[in-house]
């Protein structure tokens, strides 16, 4: 079937996938998976997160941030504690390795985002941003 002009779902998995696949190269060398940083924005912003709350606060089954955990515990990039007052839980609390690699890692998602949005006029990006957290809110509502 030839692919249309109109063809969302072809053309959002097309930069979905670019996406990945740019985030993916420049993560690689820091021992991050693509998907990782938005863990390790989240335990920048807060360290000490418990893995349920870094799985709410981004929209995803707390078995994924468990398995996302475990991996970069292997890179060194978090390393996990039991909870001061909870016991069932831990808390993921970045390395010294984890922690010096936000500003570089922030500086590649940014450019990233510029080399993806780089036609793209400032007023259009900002509506963009707004119809994809749009699309998220009607596909939540279902």
Request: glycine letters at 6%; charged letters at 30%; proline letters at 5%.
């Amino acid at each position: 079937m030839p692919e249309s002009d109109d063809d969302f779902q072809t053309a959002f998995w097309a930069a979905k996938h670019a996406l990945a696949t740019a985030n993916a190269a420049a993560f690689a060398h820091h021992g991050i998976h693509e998907g990782q940083q938005f863990v390790l924005r989240q335990l920048w912003a807060e360290d000490g997160l418990a893995p349920g709350e870094i799985a709410r606060r981004l929209g995803l089954a707390t078995p994924t941030i468990t398995r996302a955990a475990t991996r970069m515990e292997a890179a060194g990039l978090l390393r996990r504690e039991p909870h001061p007052t909870d016991r069932r839980l831990v808390r993921l609390l970045l390395t010294p390795r984890g922690r010096d690699l936000e500003q570089r890692i922030e500086a590649e998602t940014a450019a990233i985002a510029d080399r993806a949005m780089a036609t793209i006029t400032p007023a259009d990006r900002r509506s963009f941003v707004r119809i994809l957290r749009e699309l998220k809110r009607n596909l939540e509502t279902g």
